[in-house]
Every structure is written in structure tokens, then in C-alpha cells.
């Protein structure tokens, strides 16, 4: 099988650098541009700063970074992971010709754009003939949500079909990498926790409510449940943590719960996509786990499966507590979206 | 004045250490004795491990360290933050002579023993003259509570009293000298969280409910609030965090709370104890605060105010959202037992 | 005593602030003015990102930060922490009428200007009335060296005087606040060392020589003795520490270094001068210490003493090896301009 | 081809299980044995501490943990990673009848037991034959280096060979896990660096010189290099980081000294071993390189490879400057231990 040519994006930055390793040995995917703003002109391996573990190979650091220009074409695919800033006045551009999957904000909450995991909701794919008409658009623009989000909506979706949950009160404990390159100062995190996230705990509600919502009449209904987040940034490289306080309108079983989360699976593992874990949910009995280093890669693509452990009753039998961990630039960004990418292909959305 | 004499059991130990910090500069308590298990009839400079900033002085590091024998007599207080298997055989035994202050679990939630944060319940002193009937002590036992609960329970009790708090959700992350020494190691604190600790998340909840119980009829009842809690370890030396949701029968204002945080005083204060800070609680506009680091010695006594920020409404009108910070060797076991003492020594309580 | 009037230049980063906490309570100088380029015309507090532990008073929050404009005049005293580049361009329109003590780059290696720690070398100061005259100056330029430097100098003069010192091997393991702020990005300092720190290596071996150098017909000859260094960044807030190999000319006892060390004093403590230490130089017995986060703050006068421990011999008779720390933002920058500037004070160098 | 059984002396411990993840995979030795001290008699899931990244596959949990009982046989090779002390009383035991391949320093210096790194000194194992003969044994004993050691010695080797090195100044920055389970308590490393590591710069000086010494008449004739090092404990996981200043006999050139090292390739490189890295050096060009994090698992069988940055001149013409990497549980130990007995298997020393 010949390759789908792919560009990414706003390629220098954390996520960019995720989409790159993940990539690199994807069996369907080849990547034949890297876009940035700042960087266009430069051959990649000089402009970026590289902060994984393994340096990126020299195919790729002679790559020159293209300007951000929908007219130059050269993939089939766009992944974005601009600042959002930028990718408010340039996706919708590609999307008039291509299928750009973004991890941006920009435009998450647009009524006519999926808002994605792809074990959760694969049925919003649908609001792309809507976009595609009422936009008059040729390509398509499918978006995955915020890092924090994407761990706690896969956790809750199981529990929700088995109980319907009502409300959620969530901590995050979110890790380094989420706040991008520099991000957050050294000073700050030694010793230390930051009890504030920018604008993180209103994306959490509602892209929350998006995900799990119903598709009907050509639009998404949006979940009812109510959440509201208290973020933290500790001293982790990589992996949220989240502590989870859920009511219920039916009473809740434990060993129910961690058997629905277990045995979860969605179309992804139906259709045995590349990038789609055996199990979306891994639960563990030991107290002590999820742990953020330990955890962050488990399963069988690492860094796609959420990781739940300490399931336990809250105040009453209709309420649950739980810990959940979540890779914020696998499952939160790069690989979440490439496996949007995999659904879109093997779904027939990017055949012209 | 002649300073009153004073003895550590569990010298050695994290608090114990703090309480050595605190004491050498008291201007009522002079330390006479360190007492311990292991480290007896060594001089206390050869068989500590002293973890803090400053040096013990070398007057303290010459005291040979005494066995656990309330026969010998030498003080009229004897601080304890002995383990508390060793705790529950001894504390009983000095209180027959004499007036102990325990940071320990072992005699708590025992109904005839006071759990004191001195600005919350101070009434509950009244419970020393039950306990001296029904155990024939001529001595005392006040209890001061673990390191969680002493900062959760001062931010509740004004907004308890202004709009009864009905239920209470907590996650915390705590330091790493919560857990004593050598306690975790460091292996597991790098890049890492601990999202589990043994037993606190129970002690949390029953602890709150005495201390804002009220005292009638010879007994403490115990507030009825509900308190569902989880506790991580984060890789911050002192200082626990804890976000709050809570629900409130009235409904709430979060001007007003803030200003009834602000404005709260204790006995205390009143009388102005010596480790009374002039605000038990300190109320944080940005929305970066509380940090560990930078606020943990916030107030006018280091360590013995909690700092409340990020005060908001929660999801409906009768709940809110806030998050804590309180020194946990300070305010959380050595400052508050201090503080206790003080306390006792003021309302008579140590005359013979 | 009327206070001297004080100005900040660069009072916004991080060496600013810690000549703010110093001086606030100082008893000779009051701050007066604080400048910055970018902060110009706005509140301090507002503009400022405040990194250390305590927030500054108000008093100081309320003032305006001023223009970089020699004419402004409003002190007599200049501290300059400006960035290197832009103290390049001003210092010496100051000097012109001001005393400017500074604790940039800019200025150290020239020849007329003193680089000093006012116990080692007190005696450059007479480079004054040179600068004065060359330049036509009715002020002066004094500067401090940099962080790294300080603490070696420090601990190379007792033993340079005893058995002269031929070569020195030092290896830093410097603290994260001497890259200023936001200086380096915190996830490059989780599980990690950084191994290099630019321009770093050079300024420790060329000001080490030249603070050690005589003053000898009116300019200073450089101490002769070689330093071969190797700078690295770890993961702590405040306090470079150092491992040293030297190599004397005359065979060195350990024993007789150690009480040099230890016995050390320089013109500040002679003159008894507020922020002298008693002891410039600590020496610990211990194996494990010095340690940055136990003994930064060392001694009489926090962070003013340079602390020292391992001393040990070497591969052969004229060898030595020690460890040594530092507090990078006190000894190594704003308490030594402070210390400076008292010194100017007490010696009538600020005399108009 | 059968796998040859392999038993693991220790194998709750950091390197024992670092043994174990380096084994389950390896293309000639089985796992037959786990055997312990402490943990005999139980199933090894149920008493190990694992503090790895992933889990141990459940066929490993399962086996019951061995008792320390050389007549009980099972394994053709025997690893030892005991503490000293076991290792002192039982490892001979075993040599009398099986081949022991050691990371412990029990017999590290014995006159007739090698020392071995692959790379530099396979030649040593001609002391087998000789330990046979005296100690009438019929299997044998072979160490690996301490986890410091074996870094430097690799580093040092190809630069001995061109100039003769004459002195070594060394100065560690080592990991955590260097200190094995629990090691250092967590409140010992955060915002701290430890200045000292008990006994280890005597080691590595010793264990050099006996490394990179030859065979002659039956015997290794040491080194004469003379090494000083200064160890430190920073917080960092797996990898050790060390800067270097050598004295050569000879003239040195810098890009000699690079292409050496980039080129340099042992016995185990020529015959292809399972475990031997393609380079046993990476010579980096980045000034800022090598780190822990990012460059501790480089190379073709991660952690194997030494990582080398920073070759610079040293303050003459006859004196270099580096900065090494060296993983401390992979070549510092078990992976270094594993290409030892790969390399005894190829060579016959394990037919009877």
C-alpha cells in the first residue's frame, strides 16, 4: 500500500514533535511536509528545539518547514497544532481542499465540527457532509479535544451508559508538557504545584458535554451532565492525573464499573486500527496506581489507553469515586488524532 | 517569667524536629527533655537525622535523649509524635501525671478526648475535666489532628457557620514530609505522582466532623457534614494543597465568603497566644494562589495560617469551589499542638 | 542615621528582587527608586513576577518604576542588575554622577574598574580615583562577579595565601535562578542535568584571577593560577555548588586548611559592616555537606557565608580536593553589591 | 537454538529487575531462577517493589522466589546483584560448580577474579583459568565495575591508548537509582543535591586502573593513571552524568580524541553479541549534550552505549575536558553483566 501523504502542522512544537515520533513508523501514514510560522525556511532539525528521549532522524531534520499556505497542497492529510490563534485564520483555509484534523481550540465547539474520540462518539463523523455542504467546503475538519479532557470523557462514558452520571467533580494533576515549549519556568516547578490553569477547567465542561453527546437531526445534543474542574500543573513531564467525584441517577456496583471500563471497546478496536489500543480502558486493583511515570505508557499502543484505578463508592450508592491517567500528548493530542485520521480513511472520508 | 518545662516524645522524627524549631525561641515553653524510643541514652546531635534547613543549636544536640518512662518526671508538657503503635501504649500512661499534646491517631477519636485546632473548638477543652473523672488522671490528653485535616476543617468552619456545609469534596496533594523520614522514596517522587496514601482519606473525614462538632451535654456531637477525600503525594518538601467543592444548605455569596474567611478569628487571637498568627486564614485574589512554596510561611507565625484562594462558585447556587494550603508540620502537628499548649497554660488548665 | 538613597536598575528579575528583599530591611540604605526598561511607568507590583517566597510589601508594589535616564537623578547609590547589553550602554552615563555598584558582565574585565568581594580584595577600590580621573567621572563603577565566581574566589583565597595555588579543576552544579527568570523551561530540568552553561566557564577562570590579583601601581596584576571549568545546571532553586581539585606550589596539611578556612576574615568583618557575615567562610565536618538546600542560607547573615566541606587531599602532597557552596543571588550577586556599597559607604568613596 | 538457563541472585532489587527486563527478551538466555534472601519462599509478583515502567510479565510473577542454595542447581549462570555482604558468603559457593557473573563489588579486586567490560579488557578471562586452578573451582566468577566505573573506564580507554593518560580529575553527578530500593529518601533530593556517596571514589579509582590494565604472566598489572573523584547523588532516575579533566603524556588533538571515541569498537562489536551496542561510544556535538533524560538510552541496544559531549581542551596542550553518560542499571550493570556472560558463552567458558 502506497502511503497517504501527510503534513503537520505547527510541526516545532510539543505536540508537533509527538506527531513526528508517532509517525515515523506509521503503516499507512508517510509524512511528506512539516508547516510552522516562525520556522518556514528552515531546515526542521536546525529551527526546532527537540525535547523528547530520542532524537528525530535525519529524514526528517532535512525536512525544510513549509510556510502556512493552502495553496501549496502536498498531503492529503493536515494534522494542526497551531497556536490557536493562528489556526482560527488559517484551518478553515485548508479545510476548503483538504482534511485537516486539528488539536487547537479554534474550533472545537463550532456546531458543524466533530469534536472526537474515536471510541467514544465515531457517529459525529457525521456533521461532515453538513460541514462540507453548508460550508462548501471539498476537504473536512474533524477536531480532538483538550489533553484533560480526553482522558476523563473516555472514563466517564462507560459509567454514563451504565448509570447516567449527573454531575463530575474532577481534580487534574496535569503534567509539564501540556503547557507547550518553554511552558512553565523551572522556577516555578520545583518544589512546588501550580493550583492554575488557564482557561482549562471551562474546556474540560464543555467539550466534555460535546463528546458525550447524542447525534440527531444533524446536529449534537449535548450530554447534561455538569462538571466542574479544579486544574493543577505538578512536576511530571508527561501524564494527567485526575481525581473523580461522580453522582448518578442509578445506583452504582463496583465490580460492574470496573468490569463496563475493562471490557469497553469502540469502533476503533472493531475495526483494528493502527493506533487503537486492545483496550481504550486498562483498570488496576492495586491503591496505589495510576501513577503517572509507571502508567502513562501502558497497553498495547503506548500512551492510548487511559489508565483507572482506586474504584471505589462515594458518599452514597449513587455516587463513585475513581483516579484516572491519561498521556496528554498521545491520547490528549498527537495520537488521539491520528487515530481520527484512521477512522476517516478506513470510513471512506478521504476518498475524493 | 519562669519558662515552663517542656518534653518532645519522638524527638527525632520530622515533627519532632519542627517542634524543636519552634520551641527554642518560645517565649513561655523551655524543651527539658527529649524522649525516644530507639534513640534513647544517645545525645540527641549523634542520633538524629536532621532534615530541616537550619541546624538544631548545639545546646539541644547535647541533650541526651531520655527513655519513654513517665516515672521520671522533668516537664509539665510533654509534646508527643510518637509513632502511634508506641503512642497508644504510652500517652495514656503520662497523662495519669501529667499534660500531654499528641500530633498521633492513637487516641483521637476516643470520646472523652479533645481533637483541637485552637480557633475552631476550643470549647472542647471542657471534655479534660470528663476525662480526669472517668480515668482518674490528674494529668490531661488534647489531641491535635492529622495534617490534612487541619487545614481543611479551619477553611470550613466559617463557611459552616455562615451557610452549614452539607457535603464536602477533597483531593489533596500532599508533601513529602507528611510521610516522615526516611518516608517515600525518592525513586518514586521523580517526575511522579503517588495517588494513594494509607488510611488518611478515613481519618480526613471522621476528624472534620468532630472538630466542628459541638460540644453539649458532656460530649462532642459531631457535625453532620459529609466528606469524601483523596489523597495524593506530590514532590513538594511542606505544604499541602487540597481543592474543595463544596455544597451548602443556604445559598452562597462569594464575596462574602471571602470576607468571612478574611475576618475569622479564634480565641486565640483574642488572646493573643504567642503562636497565634493574627489571621488563621488568608484569603489569595490571583488566581496562581495558593502555591506550595511561596505561601506556605505566609502570616505573621510562619506556617500557622491557612491560605485560601481561587474562591468560586461551584455548579449551582448552593455550592462552591476554593482551594487550600496549610503547612503540614506546622499548623498540621507541631505549630497547632503548640498552640494548644499555650491554650491550656492560659485557661488554667496546667496549674496542679 | 538618615538613610542613603538607593535605586534598583533592573529591579523586575530575579537578582531585583533579591536586592528588594535584602534592602527593605537594611539599615543604613532605603530604596528609593526602582528602574527598568520594559517595567517603565507602571506600578512595580503590577509589573513584576514576583518568584520568591514572600510577597513584597506594599509599599514597594506601589512605586512607579522609573525610566533608565542617568538625568532623573532621586539616589546615591546605583545597583545595576540590568541585562548585560543594556548595563553596556548605561552604567557609565551613570557613573558620570552616581556611585554605580553592578552586577552585570558589562564592565568587570576593564581595567579600571574594581571587580570585588570586599573581603578578598578590598584594596582594587583604589582603582577608583583612576576611573575618576580617565574618565572624567564624578561617580564611580564598582562591580560584583559572577555567581559562580564568588564562591570560588572566596574559597580559593585562604589557601592561594598559604601555599599558593597553581591550578584549579572545578566542576559547578549551579542552581536554576542564576538563569533569571523565566530562565531555563522546567521540562528540561525534570530527571535531568543540563551539562552546559554558555560563556560560564570562561568568567569563572578569568574573574577568579583577576579578584585574586594584586593591586600593584594603580592597576590590579592577575593571580597567575590557572581554573579549568566545567558548568552544569541541576534542579535546585537556589545555591551553586562546586567540587574542587587544586594543584599548590607548597605542600599542603588539612588540617591547617580547614582552620584557615574557618578563621578567615576580611576588611567587612573588620569594620563590622551590616551585611558581613561573622564568618565568611564555614567549614563542615560532615561527609555529606555542604548541601544547597540545607546550608544556602547558612551563618550570621543568610546567604553572605560560602560554605565548605569535603576537604580532603588530593592525588599527592600538593593537592587538595573541597566542596563548596554558594548562595548564587545573595554572596554571588545582590548581597555582595550591598556588601560593596557599604563598604563605598564606610570609606568615604561617597563623599561628594 | 535452546535457551541456556540463567538464574538471578537478588532479583527484587533495582539491577535484579532491571536483569529481569533486559532477560525476558533476550534471544539466548531463559530465566530458569529468581532467587532471594528476604523474598525466598514467596511468588515473586507478590514481594518484589517494582519501580520500573512497565510490569513485569505475569510468567515472571509467578515463580517462586529461590533460596540462596548453590546445591540446588537449575541454571547454567548465575547473576549476582546480592548486597555485598551476601554476595561476600555465597557467590564463591556458587563458582565452585556453576559460572557467576557479579555486579556486586565482593570480589571485584581479587588478584585471580576479572574485572570485565567487553569493550575494553575481554582479554582478562584468561584469569579464569588460573581462578580454576587455585580455588579448584569448576565453574568460575567474573565481575562487572561499579555502576560509575563502567562509564568512565570506556570513555578513558581509547584516549589511554592514544596519549597515556597520566591523571584523571573526575567529578559525578549520579542517579538515584544508583543507591538501589529504597535509597535515598525523597526529602534528601528535592531542591538538594547530595555531595557525597559513600565509598564510591575509591572504588572508582581502583576499579579503573584494574579495568584498563594488562595481562601479563597470569595476572593484570594495573593502570598507573592516577584518578580523583568527587561523587554526587543529583535528582535525576537512571543515568550518570560525569565531567572529566585529563593529563596525557602525549599531545593532545581534539578532533583525534572524537574520531577515537566515535570509532572505538571491542570484542563484542566483532562478534555481534545480542547485547553489544553498534557503538559503545556516541560522541555528541551539541554543547549541551549529553543529559540524563534524553540521551541515557541512545544507541542501538539502549542504555549500553557511553554518551560523550564537550571534548574540549583542557589548560595545556597535554589536558582534555569532557562530559560522559553512562546508564547506571543497564552498562553500569545488569546489561554490562549480560554481555559478560554472553561473551563467556561465545567463547566456551560455559561448556563443562
Not at 70 to 91: N, Q, T
Not at 124 to 135: M, P
Not at 264 to 286: C, D
Request: contains cysteine; neutral net charge; hydrophobic residues 40%.
Amino acid at each position: 500500500m502506497r502511503k497517504i501523504k501527510v503534513a503537520i502542522m505547527g510541526a516545532t512544537g510539543m505536540v508537533g514533535q509527538q506527531y513526528i515520533r508517532l509517525l515515523i513508523t506509521h503503516p499507512w501514514f508517510g509524512i511528506s511536509l512539516l508547516i510552522g510560522k516562525k520556522s518556514a525556511g528552515k531546515p526542521f532539525g536546525d529551527t526546532v528545539e527537540w525535547v523528547g528521549e530520542y532524537d528525530p532522524p535525519s529524514s526528517i531534520k532535512q525536512i525544510v518547514v513549509n510556510e502556512l499556505n493552502p495553496g501549496v497542497g502536498g498531503a492529503d492529510i493536515f494534522f494542526s497544532c497551531l497556536p490557536s490563534d493562528v489556526a482560527r485564520e488559517v484551518e478553515c483555509e485548508f479545510a476548503k481542499e483538504f482534511a485537516v484534523v486539528s488539536d487547537t481550540s479554534a474550533f472545537r465547539m463550532e456546531d458543524d465540527i466533530p469534536l472526537l474520540i474515536p471510541e467514544l462518539n465515531a457517529e459525529h463523523l457525521k456533521l461532515i457532509e453538513r460541514q462540507r455542504k453548508e460550508r462548501d467546503w471539498r476537504g473536512l475538519l474533524v477536531t480532538g479535544p483538550n489533553c484533560t479532557t480526553s482522558g476523563l470523557a473516555m472514563a466517564l462514558k462507560p459509567i454514563d451508559d451504565l448509570y447516567k452520571v449527573k454531575k463530575v467533580i474532577v481534580t487534574t494533576m496535569q503534567a509539564l508538557s501540556g503547557a507547550g515549549f518553554p511552558g512553565v519556568p523551572s522556577l516555578m516547578t520545583v518544589d512546588n504545584v501550580m493550583p492554575y490553569i488557564k482557561d482549562e477547567e471551562e474546556k474540560v465542561a464543555r467539550e466534555t458535554r460535546k463528546i458525550l453527546g447524542r447525534f440527531a437531526n444533524n446536529r449534537v445534543a449535548e450530554n447534561d451532565m455538569q462538571v466542574a474542574a479544579s486544574c493543577n500543573r505538578v512536576t511530571v513531564t508527561d501524564g494527567h492525573l485526575e481525581t473523580l467525584y461522580l453522582e448518578t441517577e442509578k445506583k452504582v456496583n463496583v465490580a460492574e464499573v470496573k468490569k463496563a471500563l475493562s471490557e469497553f471497546k469502540g469502533l476503533p478496536q472493531l475495526l483494528k486500527l493502527p493506533s487503537a489500543p486492545e483496550n481504550p480502558i486498562i483498570v488496576r486493583e492495586e491503591n496505589d496506581r495510576p501513577q503517572p511515570r509507571r502508567d502513562r505508557n501502558s497497553g498495547s499502543v503506548p500512551g492510548m489507553s487511559v489508565v483507572v484505578g482506586r474504584v471505589r463508592k462515594g458518599l452514597d450508592g449513587n455516587s463513585l469515586q475513581l483516579t484516572i491517567l491519561s498521556h496528554n500528548t498521545v491520547r490528549g493530542a498527537a495520537g488521539n488524532a491520528i487515530l481520527i485520521a484512521e477512522l476517516l480513511l478506513k470510513q471512506g472520508y478521504l476518498e475524493k
